[in-house]
């Protein structure tokens, strides 16, 4: 079956701009993850929905980055006024259940670039 | 103390031979852990997760766990060079709605 899927695969935009990005995660999964790996570093955990449930934001960097997950299925991840040190590969995963006992699977990234 | 530890490598091992790969965790009631494996340019993908101390084993790999030392390991049996990546430590934290990833560390199988 279908994986998660993210868009766009990569994107480039200048410092002070803002940046909308999407993840479609596995159908029937009820908990998202969004990620971001700088070069050569480990994961950071930003935020977790899971069903209906409003998310714990305090993962998220600053308040120039919010998530939201509509109908419980897809996600966007909107970074606001853009800077140098936000680029990354975004990760985004999906569970069948909760973090705590399912596995996350892994969508295919985005890379930001900001100029 | 970082909340999930790993020595970052490179760890070397000879084709053949049993990788051993750490991590601690600061939580001392998470109660659920997870080894991701992440090739180069890749996206994380399982290798094993458990739950109860003690040894868990799955094909060539085994994972370990010791609650009160607050470590679990990855051990990798037979190391073959597809095993190259680097293996990453997760644990979810009971009291707050997060999931912690260790650094990593770069595995590298020689022939």
């Known amino acids: 079956g279908a994986g998660v899927s993210q868009s766009p695969s990569n994107k480039v935009t200048e410092k002070g701009k803002d940046v909308e990005l999407r993840c479609d995660p596995i159908?029937?999964?009820?908990?998202l993850y969004w990620y971001r790996q700088s070069l050569g570093q480990g994961l950071e955990f930003l935020i977790y929905?899971?069903?209906?449930?409003?998310?714990?934001k305090s993962g998220l960097p600053s308040d120039r980055f919010s998530a939201e997950r509509t109908g419980g299925s897809v996600s966007t991840l909107t970074i606001q006024r853009t800077q140098q040190e936000d680029s990354a590969v975004y990760l985004c995963?999906?569970?069948?259940?909760?973090?705590?006992?399912?596995?996350?699977?892994f969508g295919p990234g985005t890379r930001l670039t900001v100029l | 103390q970082k909340e999930v530890e790993q020595n970052s490598g490179p760890l070397s091992v000879p084709e053949g031979a049993i990788a051993s790969l750490n991590c601690t965790y600061s939580d001392r009631v998470s109660q659920s852990f997870f080894w991701y494996r992440q090739y180069s340019g890749k996206s994380p993908e399982l290798i094993m997760s458990?739950?109860?101390?003690g040894d868990k084993e799955d094909g060539r790999f085994t994972a370990q766990l010791n609650k009160a030392s607050q470590y679990v390991s990855l051990l990798i049996r037979d190391s073959q060079p597809s095993d190259s990546a680097t293996y990453l430590c997760a644990v979810p934290y009971s009291s707050a709605s997060k999931i912690i990833f260790g650094s990593g560390t770069r595995l590298s199988i020689r022939p």
């Open positions: 995963a999906s569970s069948l259940g909760g973090m705590h006992t399912d596995t996350q699977y």
């Open positions: 929905f899971q069903g209906n449930s409003a998310p714990d």
């Open positions: 159908s029937g999964h009820t908990a």
């Open positions: 458990i739950y109860s101390n």
